[in-house]
């Protein structure tokens, strides 16, 4: 898939808070670097869709969805342009997206505004590019139905993906169940998933992607961990791009990122001596020090690929219950693609079959306690010994 170079631009605007003035400036810098103005991005008269990153009900502070400052100054500058409607909407892992929405505050400044918060339910199929390996997806009637998508995601660590950003927010397009059934069909193939992502992003290719980052999660994302101050929001018509801007940012090595390979294999370039930067330099921003989800990546020489798949059996992490934690909800079990997770007795902790199990995790992402994280596997688990001791 060809990029024009115009598109692989990336604005990046310092925001140290949440301040809604603060917030409102730098949604519009980013609307003027990417395009001169929201107004060359929203056409007078456009039905907009905004789609956040509404995983599961959690407050604003616990920094699992965009902050609602952030969906208010996009929704006020599409207005501003023109736009003749303009609806929120997702599809979450566990809950409506008004529920989501109402917990994180995004409904409420939604009603302020006049703005309907809906749920994606029926989808229509959809042609992929030429070139893809899936030769259509089924997407969100709402999706396909706007003039213009605009994808607002937030910046968080992933158990299953190692990063959540713009590419990985696009999963949400699809309603329902799909979304499981596309965690069965990729198996344990973290490559497999990654590069359905990618295909479904562009092939849905949303205007602009816009990235909260203000404060963003790293650890155990992208539901549990913890919130980590990155202070800036930026900005892309390509998704790839952002994505890989703000992994430079954050210090995260771009080989450790699955979309980053998946891209390169359907032809998408994400070297970053190609990104233009536009906005504020990114070099104060830099962190070196953020706390991944978990170790799902194995790396060594040539000679050790043979062994990979009991490499990453070995030495990478799998989901893992805290009982303590665990009020027996069966939100996890409910969500399993792999019906991997059994509850002995309605309401007692349950269990994870690791035979089963494909480590989509989904359980972790979903679970309400955070009772389920990402747990190093024996091997890894002994080297970290030997290697302290
Ligand atoms: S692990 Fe979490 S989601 Fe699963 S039953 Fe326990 S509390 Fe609920
Ligand atoms: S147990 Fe968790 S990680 Fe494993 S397949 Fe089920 S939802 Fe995915």
Redesign the pocket.
């Known amino acids: 898939m060809a990029l024009q170079q115009q598109e692989r631009t990336v604005t990046v605007r310092r925001c140290t808070s949440y301040d809604a003035a603060l917030v409102k400036e730098a949604v519009i810098q980013l609307g003027e670097d990417t395009a001169g103005s929201w107004a060359n991005i929203i056409p007078r008269g456009a039905k907009v869709l905004l789609k956040p990153n509404l995983l599961t009900p959690a407050t604003a502070e616990q920094c699992v969805s965009p902050h609602p400052t952030v969906v208010r100054a996009l929704v006020e500058l599409c207005r501003d342009a023109g736009a003749a409607s303009i609806t929120i909407g997702d599809s979450p892992g566990f809950g409506t997206a008004q529920k989501v929405a109402a917990k994180c505050g995004i409904l409420e400044a939604a009603r302020e505004l006049g703005v309907a918060v809906v749920d994606f339910a029926d989808s229509v199929t959809v042609p992929a590019p030429a070139g893809f390996h899936n030769r259509s997806f089924s997407i969100a009637r709402d999706i396909v139905e706007a003039d213009v998508v605009i994808n607002l995601a937030k910046f968080k660590t992933h158990a299953m993906m190692v990063m959540t950003l713009a590419v990985k927010n696009m999963f949400g397009s699809f309603a329902g169940r799909q979304k499981a059934q596309w ?1 069965l069909q990729s198996g344990r193939s973290q490559d497999h998933f990654a590069r359905m992502l990618v295909e479904l992003a562009y092939t849905v290719r949303p205007a602009i992607s816009v990235l909260d980052a203000v404060v963003g999660m790293e650890g155990n994302g992208p539901n549990s961990g913890n919130p980590r101050k990155l202070g800036f929001l930026a900005a892309s018509r390509d998704m790839v791009s952002l994505d890989r801007v703000a992994c430079a940012i954050a210090g995260v090595a771009p080989d450790t990122v699955y979309i980053f390979k998946a891209a390169r294999d359907l032809g998408l370039a994400v070297d970053l001596e190609g990104i233009g930067l536009l906005g504020d330099p990114i070099e104060p921003l830099i962190i070196t020090d953020l706390k991944p989800a978990a170790l799902i990546h194995v790396e060594g020489p040539a000679y050790f690929r043979p062994f990979a798949g009991l490499l990453r059996r070995l030495l990478t992490a799998w ?1 893992a219950v805290d009982a303590s934690r665990c009020k027996g909800c069966g939100i ?1 079990s409910e ?4 019906s ?2 059994t509850q002995p007795a309605p309401g007692a902790c349950v269990r ?1 079959d690791d035979e ?9 992402e979903l679970c309400p306690e955070g009772a ?1 994280a990402p747990r190093d596997a024996w091997l890894l688990r002994t080297l970290k010994k030997l290697k302290s001791s």
């Open positions: 965690h989901p996890c969500a399993c693609p792999a991997a997770i994870i089963r199990c494909i480590r989509c995790y989904c359980c972790q389920i």
